[in-house]
């Protein structure tokens, strides 16, 4: 029961996606050309939402669902790490045409040839919750 309301925002939040047109194919091609201004407006309001969001938790004023105040740890800064982790989601999305959140989105809405990229994509999560240990660090 204390997971339907995560459950009911996600859909909320899928569905606002969708009519806005961010999981468009059309849309993200606009973007890569240049060619309107529509997607960098939605990326542009998401990132400074997350500055916003994430100041405020460092801060101390919003804290968990239960109440707990939430703690960002720091990351371990490894150029070769994000260049090739970046290189594969690039490859990912290129290949499937659609970034990894929007796959549900779609999938939703009936795009079921997703399945395919969606377990692709949970595959490759797995193999890597598998390889962890064994990558260098």
């Known amino acids: 029961m204390k997971m ?22 059309y849309r993200i091609f606009e973007m ?9 407006g939605i990326i542009f309001s998401a990132v400074a939402a997350g500055v916003i969001i994430v100041q405020l938790i460092k801060k101390g004023r919003i804290k968990a669902s239960d109440g707990n105040p939430i ?21 990912g999305w290129a290949l499937a ?3 990894p959140g929007p796959m549900f989105i ?18 490759g999560t797995f193999l890597y919750g598998v390889l962890r240990d064994r990558l260098p660090h």
């Open 32 to 40: 890569f050309h240049f060619q309107s201004f529509h997607m960098y």
């Open 97 to 99: 045409g659609v970034c």
């Open 71 to 91: 703690q960002i740890n720091n990351k371990d800064l490894s150029i070769p790490r994000y260049l090739i982790g970046g290189f594969i989601f690039g490859l």
């Open 4 to 25: 339907s309301r995560f459950i009911l925002v996600g859909i909320i939040f899928g569905i606002t996606l969708y009519k806005a047109e961010a999981v468009s194919w």
């Open 106 to 123: 779609l999938l939703g809405s009936g795009v079921t040839v997703l399945i395919v990229f969606l377990s692709a994509a949970m595959f």
